[in-house]
């Protein structure tokens, strides 16, 4: 149980899929806009990741790697990614419309969300178990949620600051990224 928090612990914090992995920056640039929308935006990515990892891990050991099919993971797991976010994507229009229609084009991009695949994929990479692999996808959707959620709440407090205009909108969104990732290499420590 031990190992499984720490694993969980380190995915979020130390190996933090955005801010040191640089995985999934285009909706955490993207959907980082008002802190409601962000935390919408992670809780769809646990989801997705949560439930990408566990059908991954399942295809690829009772599949791919029986049959000697191994080669085909990326295909595979990206088709399974795809399937999973059209799947989330009628529940949220379904049940939570307003947040369906606050991630917006954000929503399909979780399909191409580089942090669902890279999860997936170093989850067998590391020769993680199953336990070890749901602590590692949690820790590190945990992790998106953590640093998103963070970079919006930043946003929303400089939009009422003397910002000079060659550092308004993109390049402040840059500029507090990079701080938060330098400041994330303090948990570097933890473990």
Known sequence: ????????VAAALINNVVLS????????????????????MGAAVIF???IASAVTYGIYYGVLAAFHLE????????????ALV?????????????????????LP????NCAVLGVAISNIDDGYGFWESMACSLGTSVGFL???????????????????????GTPMVLV???????????????I
């Open 48 to 50: 997705v990741i949560m």
């Open 146 to 168: 953590i640093a998103i959620v963070i970079l919006a709440g930043i946003r929303e407090k400089s939009e009422h600051n003397q910002i000079p205009k060659a550092f308004r």
């Open 71 to 82: 080669y085909l993971q990326t295909i595979v797991f990206i088709l399974v990614i795809a």
């Open 109 to 112: 991009l979780i399909t191409t």
């Open 21 to 40: 992995q640089f995985l999934g920056l285009c909706p955490f640039l993207g959907v980082s806009k008002k802190t409601d929308t962000a935390a919408g």
């Open 86 to 106: 059209q799947l989330v994507e009628m529940i949220l229009k379904k049940f939570i419309k307003p947040l369906y229609e606050a991630l917006g084009v954000y």
């Open 176 to 190: 507090a990224s990079g701080l938060m990732a330098i400041a994330f290499t303090g948990f570097t420590g933890l």
């Open 1 to 8: 149980m031990v190992q499984l928090l720490l694993i969980a």
